[in-house]
């Protein structure tokens, strides 16, 4: 059963998959906290051990890099979305009848 995984078993599995995907176009959609919610696309440019890290296209050309840790991926603050097809990569959410 999906549930029955450990926390540090799926983050371990989000790092897996992400540095899988390294070099790979992503949106990322972050949830700021005080209803501030930040949807960027841009590439995926390395899966460290306890984050990774984004780099995505600015104003007039510029680029910036973002990190984001697998755990924000594990609770839904960040969302991470093939940038081809718009899919959505992790839904770890649990339903509250669990």
């Known amino acids: 059963m999906e549930n029955d995984i450990p926390p540090v078993n799926r983050i371990d599995e989000i790092r897996d998959e992400l540095s899988g995907l390294e070099g790979k176009r992503l949106r990322v ?27 995505v296209e600015e104003r007039r050309g510029r680029t910036a890099r973002q990190s984001y840790q697998y755990v924000d991926v594990l609770t839904g603050t960040v969302e991470l979305y093939d940038a081809e097809t718009g899919e959505r990569l992790f839904d770890f959410i649990e339903s509250a009848s669990d």
């Open 29 to 55: 959609k972050a949830n700021m906290g005080r209803s501030r919610i930040i949807e960027r696309t841009g590439t995926l440019v390395h899966a460290h051990p306890s984050l990774f890290v984004v780099e």
